[in-house]
């Protein structure tokens, strides 16, 4: 891919996608620290759930429209390997935006309320069908930067932006089998480091490739 490949609306929301989507990464990694150091209640207490899903309830808007601004901006040569990222996004965004929106809009609230009973089988936790909902919305979305990364065939900042896509896309196994093996978890949270520095580069290669196009 070249920076005047990919000027124009595609460019300025490729940049405003990777930011949100570093930004709703970063918040919801915020929010995880706020809970690990007991600054948020127990780990179900709905301050923590609220906390923690908000910003992943926003994630997928903003990584589905980074997935199709690559693609917008992908060679001839690579923009199979874009379109089977935007649909492997699309999957991600379906599984998880149903997670997190059940959760915020009827489980937080009937458990507030007294009635987790009624709720039991949404209820969000290790190992639940919610959770297992969840971290194979997660694999598809490493799946989708996996194969997003061919389209950055350049040096310098490209490489490591391939590079970044590539390791995050490789979790996609270890995300979905933790559940069955659930000291896999640690591996997984490579995760925590590896999304927020491609989407952080993305931001960064399509702030450039404006200023290039300028």
Known sequence: MTRNSCGGAAGR?????????????????LGEAAHLLGLL???DSPA??????????LLPVAFVILMATINACAS???????????????IYAVLVSFVYFVEL?????????????EVALLVFGFGTFMFAVDILGYAFMSLATLFAAPVFEGRGLELWIRWALIVNGFLAPVIALQII??????VAALWAVSFPAATVMLAVWFSRTQRTVA
């Open 13 to 29: 929301l490729g940049f405003w996608s990777a930011f949100f989507s570093a930004t709703f990464g970063i918040m919801y990694l």
């Open 105 to 117: 809009t009827v489980v937080i609230p009937q458990t507030v309320r007294g009635e987790a009973d």
């Open 41 to 43: 209640g127990p780990h």
């Open 181 to 186: 093996f659930p000291p896999l978890w640690k």
């Open 48 to 57: 923590s759930l609220v906390v923690r899903m908000a910003p992943s309830l």
């Open 76 to 90: 001839k040569r690579s923009r199979v390997w874009a379109q089977i990222a935007l649909a492997f996004a699309v």
